[in-house]
C-alpha cells in the first residue's frame, strides 16, 4: 500500500524502510485520534481504546486483503492441473480471522465433467490465492492450534481477548483447532521428515537417548447401558427450544504412548530435546520409527554421537525400540547402549535385600550397582544363595520379594533374542563412566508435559481423533524449534496458483468490481 502512494518505486531498502516510517507515523495519528474518542480520560481507558481501534482497523484491513485476492474470477480455470468451471457467481466464505469473522462474497467452482455428480467438490479462488484453511486464515489457524495445543479452549479465548484479539468463541475455537489439528496429523510424517531434514543436532550435543512410555488419558466412550441426562428447556428467539438429549457416556483410561529423544552436553546437560505422542489406537511402532529417525539424522550429521536407550522396566515397550533399531540401516554398527532406569530398579533391590540382610547390606549394594560393572550378577547370585541357605526358614514376605526381583530382571533381559541382557541393561557403572544418563527422567516428565499437564485435568474427557491432534500438535510445540519449520510446510499445501483459461478483465474492470463489492 505504501508503495502506491509514491509519485516512483523506492530504489532501496532505506527508501522502503523510511516510506514505512512516515506511512505507521499518519496511522498512527489516526488511531490516537480515534483513541480520543473513546477513552475515559485514564491511561488503561486509552489502552482499552487503542486495543479496540487496531482490531477494527486490522479488520478492515484484513477484508480489503481478502477482496483483492479473490478477484479476477474468470468462468475457467485450471488449478493443480485441474479444470474447475465458476457454477455459481455470489456465494459466500464466513472467513475466520484474528479480528473476528468477515463474509465475503465470492464465486464458487466446480471441477469439469462433475455436473450432477453427488457429492461433487466445490472450492472458492479466494481459499486457494489465500491459503485459507478451513476457510480460516493462515495466522489464524496457527493460534488456535497453537493455543489448543497448549491450554484449554477457555484460557485461550481469554488470552486472544486480553491480546485485543477478536478470535472466535470457545466452541468454534475447538470444532476449528481440532480439524486443523486433524489435518496436521495426517501429514504428520511429511512434515516431521522436512522439519528433521533441516534441523542437525545441536552443536554442543555428545550423546543421544531414547525413551519412550505410557500415560493415561480420560477418553469419551459410548455407554449404551447408561441413562440419559434430564433434558431442560430454555428459550431461543422468543420460541420454546427442547435441549437434544445427549447419549450417555462413560469417562474410561486408556494408556497413550509418548516418546522422547534427548541431546546432552559433555558435562550431561540437556541441550536439545523432540517429544512425540500417540494414542492407544495408533501402532506404536510408528512412535518408535519417529524417535529412531531423530537419531538417525543426527548420526548423519555428527557420527560420533553415543547413542543410548534409557526408560522403565515396561516389558512391552522394549521391544519396540530394538526393532526400530533393526529396521534402521543407518544405525547398522552403530553401539546402541541401553538401560533401565535405576530409579525404577533400585526399590526393588532395597526391598530384596533389606529383607534378606539388613538397611547397611542395602546401602552397599546401591554403591556397588553404581561403581560396579557385574554388581547385578553378583547381586543375583547372593540372592539365590541366601535362599538355598534358608531353606524352610523363609517367611512368605521374603519368598515373595526374591521372586519380583528375579522375575524382573529375567522378563526385561530376553527382548530380542537375546538369552541374556544383564550385564548390559543394568551395568550402570559402564554406563556413568561414558557419561550417559541411567535415569529416564526426560522421558517420565515427556509423560507429564505432553499428556498429563494438557489431557488430565478435572473433568477432562477426549475423542480419539482430539486426543491425537492434540498430542501431535503439543509434541511439536514442546520439541525444540520444530514449530517454525513444520507450520510453514503444512501451510504451502494449501495455496494454489490460480491459471485462468480465458482472459483476465483489465485493472480498471476489477477496481470497479473491487469497489461494487
Same mark, same amino acid.
Not at 484474528?98 to 455436473?115: D, S, T
Not at 544383564?422 to 551395568?427: I, K, P, Q, T, V
Not at 541411567?438 to 485435568?457: C, D, F, H, Q, W
Not at 510453514?488 to 485493472?507: C, G, H, N, R
Given at each position: +500500500?505504501?508503495?502506491?502512494?509514491?509519485?516512483?518505486?523506492?530504489?532501496?531498502?532505506? =527508501?522502503?524502510?523510511?516510506?514505512?516510517?512516515?506511512?505507521?507515523?499518519?496511522?498512527?495519528?489516526?488511531?490516537?485520534?480515534?483513541?480520543?474518542?473513546?477513552?475515559?480520560?485514564?491511561?488503561?481507558?486509552?489502552?482499552?481504546?487503542?486495543? &479496540?481501534?487496531?482490531?477494527?482497523?486490522?479488520?478492515?484491513?484484513?477484508?480489503?486483503?481478502?477482496?483483492?485476492?479473490?478477484?479476477?474470477?474468470? =468462468?475457467?480455470?485450471?488449478?493443480?492441473?485441474?479444470?474447475?468451471?465458476?457454477?455459481?457467481?455470489?456465494?459466500?466464505?464466513?472467513?475466520?480471522?484474528?479480528?473476528?469473522?468477515?463474509?465475503?462474497?465470492?464465486?464458487?467452482?466446480?471441477?469439469?465433467?462433475?455436473?450432477?455428480?453427488?457429492?461433487?467438490?466445490?472450492?472458492?479462488?479466494?481459499?486457494?490465492?489465500?491459503?485459507?484453511?478451513?476457510?480460516?486464515?493462515?495466522?489464524?489457524?496457527?493460534?488456535?492450534? +497453537?493455543?489448543?495445543?497448549?491450554?484449554?479452549?477457555?484460557?485461550?479465548?481469554?488470552?486472544?481477548?486480553?491480546?485485543?484479539? *477478536?478470535?472466535?468463541?470457545?466452541?468454534?475455537?475447538?470444532?476449528?483447532?481440532?480439524?486443523?489439528?486433524?489435518?496436521?496429523?495426517?501429514?504428520?510424517?511429511?512434515?516431521?521428515?522436512?522439519?528433521?531434514?533441516?534441523?542437525?543436532?545441536?552443536?554442543?550435543?555428545?550423546?543421544?537417548?531414547?525413551?519412550?512410555?505410557?500415560?493415561?488419558?480420560?477418553?469419551?466412550?459410548?455407554?449404551?447401558?447408561?441413562?440419559?441426562?434430564?433434558?431442560?428447556?430454555?428459550?431461543?428467539?422468543?420460541?420454546?427450544?427442547?435441549? &437434544?438429549?445427549?447419549?450417555?457416556?462413560?469417562?474410561?483410561?486408556?494408556?497413550?504412548?509418548?516418546?522422547?529423544?534427548?541431546?546432552?552436553?559433555?558435562?550431561?546437560?540437556?541441550?536439545?530435546?523432540?517429544? +512425540?505422542?500417540?494414542?492407544?489406537?495408533?501402532?506404536?511402532?510408528?512412535?518408535?520409527?519417529?524417535?529412531?529417525?531423530?537419531?538417525?539424522?543426527?548420526? #548423519?550429521?555428527?557420527?560420533?554421537?553415543?547413542?543410548?536407550?534409557?526408560?522403565?522396566?515396561?516389558?512391552?515397550?522394549?521391544?519396540?525400540?530394538?526393532?526400530?533399531?533393526?529396521?534402521?540401516?543407518?544405525?547398522?554398527?552403530?553401539?546402541? *547402549?541401553?538401560?533401565?532406569?535405576?530409579?525404577?530398579?533400585?526399590?526393588?533391590?532395597?526391598?530384596?535385600?533389606?529383607?534378606?540382610?539388613?538397611?547397611?547390606?542395602?546401602? =552397599?549394594?546401591?554403591? #556397588?550397582?553404581?561403581?560396579?560393572?557385574?554388581?547385578?550378577?553378583?547381586?543375583?547370585?547372593?540372592?539365590?544363595?541366601?535362599?538355598?541357605?534358608?531353606?524352610?526358614?523363609?517367611?512368605?514376605?521374603?519368598?515373595?520379594?526374591?521372586?519380583?526381583?528375579?522375575?524382573?530382571?529375567?522378563?526385561?533381559? #530376553?527382548?530380542?533374542?537375546?538369552?541374556?541382557?544383564?550385564?548390559?541393561?543394568?551395568? +550402570?557403572?559402564?554406563?556413568?563412566?561414558?557419561?550417559?544418563?541411567?535415569?529416564?527422567?526426560?522421558?517420565?516428565?515427556?509423560?507429564?508435559?505432553?499428556?498429563?499437564?494438557?489431557?488430565? #485435568?478435572?473433568?477432562?474427557?477426549?475423542?480419539?481423533?482430539?486426543?491425537?491432534?492434540?498430542?501431535?500438535?503439543?509434541?511439536?510445540?514442546?520439541?525444540?524449534?520444530?514449530?517454525?519449520?513444520?507450520?510453514?510446510?503444512?501451510?504451502?499445501?494449501?495455496?494454489?496458483?490460480?491459471?485462468?483459461?480465458?482472459?483476465?478483465?483489465?485493472?480498471?474492470?476489477?477496481?470497479?468490481?473491487?469497489?461494487?463489492?
Amino acid at each position: +500500500y505504501g508503495r502506491k502512494t509514491l509519485d516512483r518505486e523506492p530504489c532501496n531498502e532505506h =527508501e522502503i524502510a523510511g516510506q514505512k516510517v512516515e506511512l505507521f507515523a499518519k496511522a498512527s495519528q489516526l488511531l490516537l485520534e480515534a483513541v480520543a474518542l473513546d477513552s475515559d480520560g485514564t491511561f488503561r481507558g486509552d489502552e482499552q481504546a487503542l486495543a &479496540k481501534a487496531l482490531a477494527e482497523t486490522g479488520r478492515e484491513a484484513t477484508r480489503r486483503l481478502l477482496e483483492q485476492r479473490k478477484l479476477p474470477e474468470p =468462468e475457467l480455470v485450471i488449478i493443480d492441473g485441474v479444470q474447475w468451471r465458476k457454477v455459481l457467481e455470489n456465494g459466500s466464505c464466513r472467513v475466520v480471522t484474528p479480528f473476528g469473522v468477515i463474509p465475503i462474497p465470492r464465486a464458487i467452482y466446480r471441477e469439469v465433467g462433475q455436473r450432477g455428480v453427488k457429492g461433487a467438490t466445490t472450492i472458492g479462488l479466494l481459499e486457494k490465492r489465500a491459503g485459507l484453511i478451513d476457510a480460516t486464515t493462515p495466522r489464524m489457524a496457527e493460534l488456535m492450534v +497453537y493455543y489448543d495445543a497448549v491450554v484449554t479452549s477457555r484460557e485461550a479465548e481469554r488470552l486472544m481477548d486480553l491480546a485485543g484479539l *477478536r478470535g472466535p468463541r470457545r466452541s468454534t475455537l475447538e470444532n476449528k483447532a481440532g480439524q486443523i489439528g486433524g489435518r496436521v496429523v495426517e501429514d504428520a510424517d511429511a512434515l516431521l521428515a522436512h522439519a528433521r531434514a533441516r534441523q542437525p543436532p545441536p552443536e554442543t550435543a555428545v550423546m543421544v537417548t531414547v525413551g519412550v512410555d505410557r500415560v493415561n488419558v480420560p477418553y469419551e466412550e459410548p455407554n449404551p447401558g447408561g441413562q440419559k441426562s434430564e433434558h431442560t428447556r430454555r428459550l431461543r428467539r422468543n420460541k420454546p427450544y427442547q435441549r &437434544k438429549e445427549p447419549e450417555p457416556v462413560v469417562r474410561a483410561f486408556h494408556g497413550d504412548f509418548v516418546g522422547n529423544v534427548t541431546f546432552r552436553d559433555e558435562h550431561g546437560e540437556l541441550v536439545g530435546s523432540y517429544s +512425540y505422542g500417540l494414542s492407544h489406537t495408533e501402532d506404536p511402532a510408528r512412535l518408535a520409527d519417529w524417535l529412531l529417525a531423530d537419531v538417525a539424522v543426527a548420526l #548423519r550429521h555428527r557420527s560420533g554421537l553415543h547413542v543410548s536407550i534409557c526408560q522403565d522396566g515396561a516389558r512391552e515397550l522394549w521391544p519396540l525400540l530394538w526393532e526400530a533399531v533393526a529396521r534402521r540401516p543407518e544405525l547398522a554398527g552403530v553401539e546402541v *547402549r541401553a538401560c533401565i532406569d535405576f530409579h525404577h530398579f533400585i526399590p526393588r533391590v532395597r526391598k530384596v535385600v533389606e529383607l534378606l540382610w539388613n538397611r547397611d547390606a542395602y546401602r =552397599e549394594w546401591e554403591r #556397588r550397582l553404581l561403581e560396579e560393572s557385574n554388581a547385578v550378577l553378583v547381586l543375583h547370585d547372593a540372592v539365590v544363595q541366601e535362599l538355598e541357605r534358608l531353606e524352610q526358614d523363609i517367611t512368605k514376605e521374603q519368598l515373595e520379594a526374591i521372586y519380583s526381583f528375579d522375575t524382573y530382571i529375567e522378563e526385561r533381559t #530376553r527382548v530380542d533374542g537375546r538369552e541374556d541382557r544383564r550385564s548390559e541393561l543394568f551395568d +550402570y557403572a559402564g554406563l556413568r563412566a561414558l557419561g550417559l544418563p541411567i535415569g529416564s527422567g526426560p522421558t517420565e516428565a515427556t509423560a507429564k508435559s505432553l499428556a498429563s499437564v494438557r489431557m488430565r #485435568r478435572c473433568g477432562d474427557r477426549w475423542s480419539v481423533a482430539g486426543a491425537q491432534a492434540t498430542l501431535t500438535c503439543r509434541g511439536i510445540v514442546l520439541s525444540s524449534g520444530r514449530w517454525d519449520l513444520v507450520w510453514p510446510k503444512f501451510t504451502e499445501s494449501f495455496t494454489a496458483d490460480v491459471i485462468p483459461l480465458q482472459p483476465m478483465p483489465s485493472d480498471a474492470t476489477a477496481e470497479c468490481e473491487l469497489e461494487a463489492a
